[in-house]
């Protein structure tokens, strides 16, 4: 074939078989630019000290970013078609965040684990944080926070799957654990099938708990549903629980002021939630477990025999 009719031969290729030879899919788009990676990290980085959305085409990826600056909302382009899996930075998270602020939106982060033991899906050093419609699962823990007394967090609709765990040097590792903010809200979401720590761990001086589900049914060597251990104002109201047979510490569904307190409690409200056993399991415990005897509101709970609503400890 001569060399004009080679270079033909080319141009003629259908369009899929010069993208099969070309780079892989640029799967991350920063929306306001429309620049495309193949890197999660280089859009991150595209994005620097501004604020931007970095849209995720459908796929699983090994991938995992550090944010140092500016607001970015990691959106799937359809949710839950995204998956981060298996990888985390700096040993710390798949999203390691430490800007202005992040929110999530549609994401399942799975099978994170670092030597550690805190292997996380979004391990938040500082600035604000919005999570939506995002899974947690298989790793040893789902979200970790530093402190930052100045922010908040928001979480709705999210799932919290087989995270937690007690057998590191670390100290345990928990489906949900976050340091000293400001405020913490976690709304319509699903704690369940626990491999050790907590579902729920807070310092926040503020925590809205509402309409959330903790089914401990499936739960292994677990311990509290909630933990508060520095003390909180605000209300845990309109959630199930579910305490199973296989714990490490079943006398309390939720502690409060167990560590340190920093933060007074007085005016906490607990109402309207509904708590129980395992379907078959005698057992006794208690539905809050109070370190700080504080002025607790408690109304409207509805719990299953055996289970003592309120204890000053």
Not at 8 to 22: E, S
Not at 93 to 120: H, K, S, Y
Not at 177 to 193: C, D, I, M, W
Request: charge should be neutral; proline fraction near 3%.
């Amino acid at each position: 074939m001569t060399r004009r009719f080679a270079i033909l031969a080319a141009i003629a290729l259908p369009a899929a078989a010069v993208l099969a030879q070309g780079t892989a899919p640029k799967a991350f788009t920063v929306v306001e630019s429309g620049a495309s990676f193949a890197s999660l990290q280089d859009a991150v980085n595209a994005v620097g000290n501004t604020r931007a959305t970095i849209r995720i085409a459908p796929g699983t990826y090994r991938q995992c970013a550090v944010q140092q600056a500016g607001v970015i909302i990691y959106e799937a382009a359809e949710p839950g078609s995204v998956t981060l899996a298996g990888r985390a930075c700096e040993g710390k998270a798949a999203l390691v965040l430490r800007g202005t602020g992040a929110e999530i939106r549609g994401l399942t982060f799975t099978g994170i684990t670092v030597p550690d033991g805190n292997g996380a899906g979004i391990r938040l050093e500082q600035g604000a944080l919005n999570v939506a419609h995002t899974r947690f699962e298989n790793s040893q823990q789902g979200i970790l926070t530093a402190d930052d007394p100045a922010s908040r967090i928001y979480i709705t609709r999210s799932t919290f799957s087989g995270l937690g765990t007690c057998e590191n040097s670390a100290g345990c590792a928990h489906s949900l654990y976050v340091g000293n903010y400001g405020a913490l809200t976690v709304r319509e979401s699903r704690f369940e099938r626990g491999n050790g720590g907590h579902y729920l761990k807070a310092r926040a001086a503020e925590a809205v708990i509402e309409g959330n589900s903790f089914d401990d049914a499936n739960g292994r060597t677990t311990n509290y549903m909630i933990d508060l251990p520095a003390g909180s104002r605000g209300r845990i109201a309109n959630n199930w629980f579910v305490q199973g047979r296989d714990k490490e510490n079943y006398s309390a569904f939720i502690a409060l002021g167990a560590e340190e307190v920093l933060h007074a409690s007085d005016g906490l409200e607990v109402a309207n939630n509904e708590a129980r056993f395992v379907p078959g399991l005698s057992r006794t415990s208690v539905f809050l477990a109070d370190w700080t005897g504080s002025k607790i509101i408690m109304q409207g709970n509805k719990l299953a025999a055996g289970l003592k609503q309120y204890e000053v400890r």
